[in-house]
């Protein structure tokens, strides 16, 4: 998992469209033309660490991609989304087109594993319609976030950090780890938006811990 973690760090940055140029994105391409309605603020708080060293969530859940069904949940915003398994074929990250629709990537924890990062990502906004993460950059501390799942019961967790990574470095790769402490990870777009390339500049990352 290191060295996929490593490849996505790099490959997170890189976004390709029909040209074939190489621009600043995350698998997050806006169409030509296409604006968003306000940008997304540059927001850099909490701590990643889990409070209790070594504690791991005592949630658990079989192997294998969230069954169909499965939601985000964050009730202080309304959010309620579906996910879906993404991959990411020579380490870029995909995204489901619907900004409505979050990807859970198959490589990384399962959602409720008790260890490692169970990464879910999304649009900020995709073709002038509001991604279900565009909420990420005005969420605090304590909010809580829930994966309901059909037959089990909601796994809850609370977020700890929000954090900008600059696309031109990247996201660490520890953020891919399925090792270490249980968390969700939420990533979309954010900070300013380039309008020559059509894309924003930063990667927002939500560092979220299970509520036992």
Request: include cysteine; hydrophobic fraction near 45%.
């Amino acid at each position: 998992m290191a060295t996929i973690g490593r490849r996505l760090r790099w490959w997170l940055v890189l976004g390709w469209v029909g040209s074939g140029l190489a621009v600043i994105g995350f698998a997050l391409v806006l169409p030509a033309g296409s604006r968003p309605a306000r940008p997304v603020p540059v927001v850099d708080w909490g701590s990643t660490e889990p409070e209790l060293a070594g504690r791991v969530s005592q949630q658990a859940r079989p192997a294998g991609p969230p069954p169909v069904g499965s939601r985000l949940r964050i009730t202080q915003f309304g959010i309620a989304a579906p996910i879906v398994p993404v991959t990411a074929p020579g380490g870029v990250l995909q995204v489901p087109a619907d900004p409505g629709t979050i990807g859970w990537w198959a490589g990384g924890a399962v959602p409720g594993a008790r260890q490692g990062s169970a990464v879910l990502a999304g649009h900020v906004n995709y073709a002038g319609t509001s991604g279900a993460l565009a909420v990420l950059a005005r969420i605090r501390p304590g909010a809580q976030i829930t994966l309901a799942e059909p037959g089990v019961a909601p796994m809850r967790y609370s977020i700890r950090a929000v954090r900008s990574y600059p696309k031109a470095s990247g996201i660490p790769a520890s953020v891919f780890s399925r090792a270490g402490p249980a968390r969700l990870i939420l990533i979309t777009c954010g900070g300013p938006f380039d309008p020559v390339s059509g894309n924003y500049l930063d990667n927002l990352v939500g560092y979220a811990y299970p509520i036992t």
